[in-house]
């Protein structure tokens, strides 16, 4: 990888990195396209982090399909398809990691604690190995955008971060690996929360500034869904996860996690 990197960098072309987990869909596909739209070369690496995922979460059971992911790369125009193997990222008496304490607290961090400590231990070996320009990533994953803008910022990271809105099905559901996990019937309770989401929305356009008022509205729409059971939901500062009482367009956002029966879900929408 760094060998491809280089011979990359040295041809004259800046280099754009986007990490991801695999079982690549329309979501990455839309970050390879802004990454290849602003000229870079474009380098995407799929890996399953163990890091990430808590004892009772998904890993063992999280999609993996390395010959489709990388036709799809290459279908795409991808410069490189990097898919390090487990024990090359992470060998047994591997025992450095990287935490950020402020971002990563609320939301997510929550329910998840080691998430975001495993994607920037990751995240920051992957980057060290490839030195990219930039880095791209999805607003899907709002927290995990702060959290690795934070720290980068913190540890002083020369790498552009660009971010691409969150990709949708037709019928308005946020496409994630994870929604291959849905039977019918639970992908039409999960879409009440797109459906909340745009309701929230519009109640901001309509001039609604109070979070509570949002938030409630919110919450009445998924409580009608049998199989749904809200995580968190909040109203948040974008840059800082931090609770807001009013709404501020443009700065505010509305982020939310639920179960769909034993499925975990995320999704946001700016206000
Ligand atoms: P993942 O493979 O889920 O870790 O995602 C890898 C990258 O793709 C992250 O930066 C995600 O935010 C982004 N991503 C995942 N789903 C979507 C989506 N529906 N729309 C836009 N970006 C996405």
Not at 35 to 48: H, L, M, P, Q
Not at 84 to 107: C, G, I, N
Not at 128 to 154: C, I, S, T, Y
Request: aromatic share 6%; glycine share 4%.
């Amino acid at each position: 990888m760094r060998a491809s990197a280089a011979e990359l960098r040295a041809s004259g072309r800046r280099l754009a990195l986007i990490p991801t987990l695999g079982a690549l869909h329309a979501g990455h596909v839309s970050l390879i396209r802004l990454a290849r739209a602003r000229g870079d070369a474009v380098i995407v690496s799929v890996f399953v982090n163990p890091l990430q995922f808590g004892a009772n979460e998904d890993f063992a059971k999280y999609p993996r399909n390395a010959a489709a992911d990388a036709a799809l790369c290459e279908r795409e125009g991808a410069d490189v398809f990097f898919a390090p193997a487990t024990e090359e990222m992470f060998p047994k008496h591997f025992s450095t990691a990287v935490t950020e304490d402020r971002v990563s607290k609320p939301l997510c961090g929550v329910s998840r604690p080691v998430l975001f400590k495993g994607v920037l231990t990751c995240w920051l070996k992957l980057l060290n190995v490839v030195q990219p320009h930039a880095l791209v990533m999805g607003e899907k994953d709002f927290q995990q955008v702060a959290v690795v803008r934070k720290a980068l910022a913190d540890l002083a990271l020369p790498v552009e971060i660009v971010t691409a809105p969150t990709v949708r099905d037709a019928d308005g559901l946020a496409i994630s690996a994870r929604n291959a996990y849905l039977t019918p019937n639970q992908r039409d309770e999960a879409l009440a929360v797109h459906q909340a989401l745009m309701r929230a929305r519009e109640m901001v356009d309509a001039g609604v500034r109070s979070a509570d008022r949002v938030v409630a509205e919110a919450t009445h729409i998924m409580a009608a869904k049998r199989r749904l059971r809200v995580i968190y939901i909040a109203v948040v500062n974008r840059e800082t996860m931090e609770p807001m009482r009013e709404v501020v367009p443009g700065v505010s956002l509305m982020a939310v996690a639920f179960w769909v029966d034993e499925i975990r879900l995320t999704d946001n929408i700016p206000l």
